[in-house]
């Protein structure tokens, strides 16, 4: 939520303030707190600080190591303050921020140096002994950073807009980045909507040296051989409760108050209730506000209340409302503008941009979401196999029995898609032999099959999107955390990983930083701790999650913290009724100016009259609801910013 930025000119020259402060300025509302220049000659840095701390050890500053030559800047919050200082080689006092602990840890552990940090973080590290730039990031990708490599300059930002903002920065769109954003916004991390421009990604460290070259390397990753195997089922909820609730105590590292944006899901409610049960045992943490959505009887099927209010009166914990009728989508153009730096923004944004400016009001340091829980417990993830192994035999009745409803399978599909094959893939260590499974799947077309396997970008997308233009941007054949995900020998775990590692997630999880950012606000999601997702990937999955118990390992570990009638009640309901309305109602004339001479078709990459159609006769009722939010931003990012 601070912000970083530099300019290394490699060619020795010496760097122009006025420059550096341009940098700086694009993004002034990330350094409330304190800014700082450092000027040596071709070395340009510049910190803002957002801190949040109430002892002022977050604060984002320039650090130096004299004895190698080395400055530093980091925008972090540093969760293993007491095994960095201990592994420090340099002296630093109890009050010591966590950019100096970070730099002290670095500077003592090389190249392991990064993997010991536990946190979010985003940090800069000049080599000035050697000539060597060094940029890294989080494992799970919660703090952002960009760069720009040139022949004699780097450039290095929390924000995009803050690199365009140099002179001589060319402004040219990637197209690329477009056609995987149409792709149901699977733009996965690396991919940035500006030619010349980079992203870190999560858990990545880059390296560059005086010469301008680059390399980069990984450093973190989930071990796919790891497991965690207790004969008590009970033993797993309490090793999550346990994780969960050192995250939560990490990010409570803050100025009373925080918020949490508190739904009925079971995401929010279980950092909730953590948050206020520390507080219940006489840990010194700061009180905690709930601001929620409310929806009118017209939406009663979305309204959360009584499940939020449950977990707010049982803590004592404060409640503002955000009436829904004040969010619908599309219709207010101030609470609905993208983001220069990327056309990925929320069709509920609404909600994020009232909640956020109620917070900054009442004084909130930091706000707490539970994005990543959907896809650390939730999500469509099946291991009847692993019930079977466990015994459970009526249990694997049940659940075929309901995932046959769901999809609308017979006993024997359901039996070879969710049994039959996912155990012949365990034993083959996930390789797809097409020839001989299509047989048990009843399928002769092994071409489609497999590419159905493959996993293609472009199955995201919706038939307005023109195939040719995805095509022409060279989209891979596979997306690259399925690729990823073969390194685990067992299919219910592939599963678990891809939806840990969705680019759609990673995406939104920054999209919401740089909107907390914009409001003074920290941003805290203890579900996006590599600690927490270490421990899943390693479980059984038939425990995590299953159809007939969503969420089955959250809820369970909420027992004894969490009241037992909010544990049965919580489950979160999509307010997916709240966009439809706009889309037929309230919003329907803007959405269809967006689809008129709009900037996608331009581009070659909708078919805009097919479009215009499919949308008319989804409003008359003729067409079921279709995914058209990703041309829809990406549409209102054009016309914004690349008029």
């Known amino acids: 939520?601070?912000?970083?930025?530099?300019?290394?000119?490699?060619?020795?020259?010496?760097?122009?303030?006025?420059?550096?402060?341009?940098?700086?300025?694009?993004?002034?509302?990330?350094?409330?707190?304190?800014?700082?220049?450092?000027?040596?000659?071709?070395?340009?840095?510049?910190?803002?600080?957002?801190?949040?701390?109430?002892?002022?050890?977050?604060?984002?500053?320039?650090?130096?190591?004299?004895?190698?030559?080395?400055?530093?800047?980091?925008?972090?919050?540093?969760?293993?303050?007491?095994?960095?200082?201990?592994?420090?080689?340099?002296?630093?006092?109890?009050?010591?921020?966590?950019?100096?602990?970070?730099?002290?840890?670095?500077?003592?552990?090389?190249?392991?140096?990064?993997?010991?940090?536990?946190?979010?973080?985003?940090?800069?590290?000049?080599?000035?002994?050697?000539?060597?730039?060094?940029?890294?990031?989080?494992?799970?990708?919660?703090?952002?950073?960009?760069?720009?490599?040139?022949?004699?300059?780097?450039?290095?930002?929390?924000?995009?807009?803050?690199?365009?903002?140099?002179?001589?920065?060319?402004?040219?769109?990637?197209?690329?980045?477009?056609?995987?954003?149409?792709?149901?916004?699977?733009?996965?991390?690396?991919?940035?909507?500006?030619?010349?421009?980079?992203?870190?990604?999560?858990?990545?460290?880059?390296?560059?040296?005086?010469?301008?070259?680059?390399?980069?390397?990984?450093?973190?990753?989930?071990?796919?051989?790891?497991?965690?195997?207790?004969?008590?089922?009970?033993?797993?909820?309490?090793?999550?409760?346990?994780?969960?609730?050192?995250?939560?105590?990490?990010?409570?590292?803050?100025?009373?108050?925080?918020?949490?944006?508190?739904?009925?899901?079971?995401?929010?409610?279980?950092?909730?209730?953590?948050?206020?049960?520390?507080?219940q045992q006489g840990e010194d943490l700061p009180s905690m506000r709930a601001y929620s959505w409310v929806f009118p009887e017209a939406f009663a099927e979305c309204d959360e209340s009584e499940t939020i209010y449950r977990i707010a009166d049982h803590f004592r914990m404060p409640v503002t409302e955000i009436p829904a009728e004040q969010t619908s989508p599309l219709v207010d153009d101030h609470l609905n503008r993208p983001h220069e730096d990327d056309p990925f923004f929320s069709m509920f944004q609404p909600f994020m941009e009232r909640s956020l400016t109620a917070a900054a009001r009442d004084g909130v340091s930091t706000m707490f979401y539970g994005f990543r829980g959907d896809v650390i417990c939730g999500g469509s993830v099946d291991d009847v196999p692993g019930i079977l192994l466990g015994g459970h035999f009526g249990e694997v009745r049940r659940n075929l029995a309901r995932l046959a409803r769901i999809q609308s399978l017979g006993r024997q599909e359901a039996v070879t898609r969710y049994l039959l094959r996912p155990m012949i893939l365990d034993l083959l260590k996930g390789h797809h032999p097409a020839t001989w499974l299509d047989s048990l799947r009843g399928e002769k077309d092994s071409e489609a099959s497999l590419k159905r396997l493959q996993a293609s970008p472009s199955r995201h997308a919706e038939r307005h999107v023109t195939l040719g233009f995805l095509d022409r941007k060279g989209l891979p054949a596979v997306e690259p955390h399925y690729l990823a995900s073969r390194a685990w020998p067992r299919q219910a775990a592939r599963d678990r990983y891809i939806h840990i590692a969705s680019p759609l997630v990673v995406r939104g999880v920054g999209y919401a930083e740089r909107m907390t950012a914009r409001h003074g606000v920290g941003l805290a999601d203890p579900w996006s701790d590599r600690r927490v997702a270490d421990f899943i990937l390693a479980c059984p999955q038939h425990l995590v999650g299953t159809v007939l118990e969503p969420k089955r390992i959250a809820r369970r570990a909420m027992v004894g913290i969490m009241p037992d009638e909010a544990i049965r009640s919580i489950g979160k309901v999509s307010p997916e009724g709240l966009y439809v309305d706009a889309l037929r109602g309230r919003a329907h004339d803007k959405v269809l100016d967006l689809l008129t001479n709009s900037r996608c078709a331009d581009l070659g990459c909708i078919d805009e009259p097919a479009l215009k159609a499919r949308f008319e006769r989804f409003v008359g009722g003729k067409e079921p609801i279709f995914d058209l939010w990703p041309t829809l931003s990406l549409e209102l990012w054009l016309r914004r910013y690349w008029a």
Not at 60 to 76: I, K, N, S, V, Y
Not at 116 to 136: S, T, V
Not at 184 to 192: K, R, S, Y
């Open 1 to 279: 939520m601070s912000g970083i930025c530099g300019i290394i000119h490699l060619d020795g020259r010496p760097v122009d303030r006025v420059q550096l402060e341009q940098m700086a300025r694009r993004a002034a509302y990330r350094g409330p707190s304190s800014v700082e220049f450092h000027l040596d000659g071709p070395v340009g840095l510049a910190s803002l600080s957002l801190d949040v701390t109430p002892d002022g050890t977050g604060a984002c500053h320039l650090a130096r190591e004299d004895r190698h030559g080395l400055l530093f800047l980091a925008d972090a919050r540093l969760d293993n303050r007491d095994e960095c200082a201990a592994a420090s080689a340099q002296s630093v006092g109890k009050g010591a921020t966590d950019v100096e602990l970070m730099l002290g840890t670095l500077a003592q552990a090389g190249e392991e140096g990064p993997s010991r940090l536990l946190g979010d973080f985003a940090y800069a590290l000049w080599d000035g002994r050697h000539r060597r730039l060094h940029l890294a990031r989080d494992a799970m990708g919660l703090r952002p950073l960009y760069f720009r490599l040139e022949e004699n300059r780097i450039l290095f930002a929390s924000e995009i807009q803050q690199i365009l903002a140099v002179p001589g920065v060319p402004r040219r769109l990637n197209e690329r980045a477009v056609a995987w954003h149409l792709c149901c916004m699977q733009t996965p991390p690396g991919e940035v909507f500006y030619s010349g421009i980079d992203e870190v990604r999560p858990a990545e460290e880059v390296v560059i040296d005086a010469s301008a070259v680059k390399r980069s390397r990984i450093f973190w990753q989930p071990d796919p051989e790891s497991r965690i195997r207790y004969r008590d089922e009970r033993d797993y909820a309490a090793h999550l409760r346990e994780i969960l609730t050192t995250s939560v105590r990490a990010r409570m590292r803050a100025r009373d108050p925080v918020g949490i944006s508190l739904s009925g899901g079971v995401d929010s409610t279980c950092v909730a209730s953590l948050a206020g049960w520390l507080r």
